[in-house]
Structures are given as C-alpha cells and as structure tokens.
C-alpha cells in the first residue's frame, strides 16, 4: 500500500535522523516552540511532527504541547491511521489526536481556520511530481487539477505546496523539495520568483547523497522567514553540500536571474557575448537526410537504434554533415572522463555525424550544426574555448549553475545544461573576432591553464563590442617563430 501511495503522488518519507540534524539543530533549537503552531500539511506517517513531539519527555507536558501547539493534514487516510497509532503508543490522547490530526487535501486548499492565535510554522516534505510526467500518467492525470487558475506557471507539486505558503502569508517555512528548486533554469523560475520575493533564507543543506529509500532524487533543506515586505533583493546564503561529508560555500541569489543559484555564470554569459559570433542549429534530422536523396554515402550514428547507419544524400546535406564536426554532450555519463561539454563526434563515434530517428532528446549527444561555415580549426577553437570555460565555472561554483540530474552515484553527483545555455556559451566564443595569432595565443592560455592569462588577453571589448585582445609580450614573441596549429 504504500508503494502505491509513494508512486502515485510522488511522496518520499523522510528519515527520522535527517529532522534531528538539518531541521531541529540548525532552525527550531532556538524558538520557544510553545509560541507558534506547529503544521505539516502533508504529514504522512508523521515522520517530521514525532522527533519534535519526542522532545517533551513528560507526558502531561507532551499532551499538552501537541494540543495547542501541533497540526498534521493528509490526504490519505491509511497514512494517518499509521501516524495516530503512534501517537497514542508516546501517549497522547485519543481526542487530542483526532482533534490535530485531519484528512485534507492540502494542495488543493490550505485549512487556515483550523490554525489561528499564533505564527505558523510549516515543516513537510510535500510531494514532488514533475507535471511533464504526471500529466502523460493515466493514473495521475487528475493531479493536473491543482494547477488550473493560477496566476503563475508552476511545474511540480511541490512549487503548488509552496504557492499556497506563500499565498496564506504563512509566518516561516521549513522545506525538503528537489535540488532543482534552487538549481532549475526553467522549471523553477516562476516560483522562486513568488517565495524570494516574500521570503528569506540564510543558509541552504544541499543533499547529493540519496537520502531516501523510495528516490534517488537529490534534494534541500531550506528555512524560509517571511519579510517585513516585499522586496526584490540579492540574498546572500550559506549552501552547506550533504555527502558524506559537509562542505560549506557562500552563494548569491539574485532576483535578475530569477533568483537561480549560480548567477555568476549566467552574468558572465550576458557580459562576455560577442556581436560577432558563430550561429547554429542543434540536432541533425533524420527527415533531412530520407527526403535528400543523392549519390554521397554517409554514416551516422542513431541514438534511438544504438547503431552505425548509412544514407545516401545529395551535394548540400553531404557537405553539411561533413564540415560540421562538433556534438555537445548534455549531461555528465557519470564518470569524470564523460563530463558535459563539446566534443568531436568522430573521435567519439567514428561517424559523420549524430542523429536520433525517434525524435530530438536532450539527454543524447546532439550534433551542432553552424549556418556559416567553420574551418575545422575554427571549431575545434571553439571546441576548447567552451570547455575551459565550462570546467572553470564548474570549479570556482561546485557546478551549482548546472541541473542535478534524477540519477546520482556515491561519488559523483551528474550534472545536465540546458542547451539555451550551450547557445549562450558559444555566442561567447571570439573565433570571428580575431586572426589567427589571437587565437593561438589564447589556445596556449588554456592548454596551460593558465587564468590569469587568458584574462589578461581577453578582459576589454573594442568599439564593436566585440572582444579586443592584448596579448602579453612572451606570446608575441612565442608566436612569431610558431606555425599556428591546434593541439
């Protein structure tokens, strides 16, 4: 039953430990909780409101606390009936419990007339269920009714149990939601925007270790204190990564970017496009290659067969294919020699180019195809250009500008981008702004890793916008008794 429970609403329960540790410790140790009321609208088993309950060691005290003070909704009676016979075995009273303890659907409507006198606090781990998912789901298509007449776009239920905190004016939130609330370009957008405008926070656990036995999910824990007033503001926070071990960093969310963790990426992108950059389109089509038939064979390998295939096609397609040498991995294959970025396909796959004959995936290698065409040099600048760049925000930002993706190893946390971005970080590129000199001397920057560098060559714009270079006086020398070639 609660196998059924768990896939049909996307309902992870919560371990008793992961309470006493990021949510207890860090943001309940210090409030006198007999002040506030105490709510999960989607309690469950109750495995957030028992470890706070347990705290109270007299009984008296326990009941007495749990009756003014303590709150669980659910909309599923089997779980609740789980959650009122462990109440009764600590020792609370039968009418108590079926007094605080209430069948709802939450989701749909939060009972605020059941809770006055005091400031709320919502502690939960709502549920999580991607409305691309659910509404392809026979058995969870009604879901998509949570979402009809909003006056904002949300994409998950638990953006729908957020909106409704944040609609009821709640005091504070304490939250365990996917990673992609914070690190999600598109998905997550519109209901950061509604929280952090309304909402506070100053320190975020960011889990990259399974923590539930149901899901792989990667997931946070973050407190939300509610402004004074509304205001659109960079928040700076502590993001504490979960794996085993704790490492703490210090990140900006700032309201320009929708409030996204890792605006230092998105910013750079923004200041650093060049006017003068090379335009492309994504994927190579089966369609094109059936529908332009010709004398010139061609090998392309096809995702969604796992295989080789040829093709025969005409002059223009053939010669597309074959000056375009460059495929953009997506996501991280879960090993450190398997990272996002952008490769040479034949190296790779030995083939002309990369296709999938049952529709264009994200998650596959996709071919880039540029409207102008590139020398192979030229693409193989570009090629390393973006890489540096890729690694070197990856580094200085613990990859928190990219997406954690669904599946996640012991060591090693798999990253996605969006490929607006890939866009964004190729319209950085200057392969069109300088000649060959240029470009060898910022080649030889990045094969020796060497930042400092490179910043030095490339930190001004000229009058165009485009990126003027002033290369050091070592590498003017350097370059006049060198051939320019690409490692």
Known sequence: MKDIITKKRGRFYTPQEIFNRYIYGPFLSDLKLSDYIIVDFFCGTGDLLIPLIERFDNIGERNKIFRENIFGFDIDGYALSIFKGRLLQMGIKEKYINENIIKKDTLKELPLDRLHGKKIIHITNPPYLYKGYYVKQKETRELNGYFDNLDIPLQDLYQKALYNDVMGNLEMMIYIIPSNYLFGEVSAGAIRDAVFNRYSTDRIFWFTKQIFDETDINTIILRLKRKKTAVREIQDIKLIECNGREKESKIKLNPSNHYRAGFEWDEWLQKKKAKNHPDFEYYLKTEDLKNNKGK?????????????????????????????????????????????????????????????????????????????????????????????????????????FLTTYRHTSKNYTRKIIGLKKVKELIFTCPVLSCGAEKKQAILRSIEAKSHAELLNIIEERDSDGDLSFRIPEKEVNRIKYSAYQYA
């Open 296 to 400: 010139n064979e061609v090998c392309v390998y096809d995702f969604s067969i796992s295989k080789c295939k040829k093709y025969s096609v005409n002059n223009e397609v053939c010669r597309k294919i074959r000056k375009n040498h460059l495929i953009i991995r997506t996501l991280d294959t879960g090993s450190n020699n398997g990272r996002i970025g952008i490769y040479e396909h034949s190296k790779i796959y030995g083939t002309a180019g990369l296709t999938t004959s049952k529709g264009c995936f994200r998650t596959t290698p996709i071919q880039i195809l540029f409207y102008r065409e590139l020398s192979y040099t030229d693409q193989i600048f570009i090629m390393k250009w973006c890489n540096y760049w890729l690694e070197y925000f990856r580094g200085k930002l613990n990859s928190i």
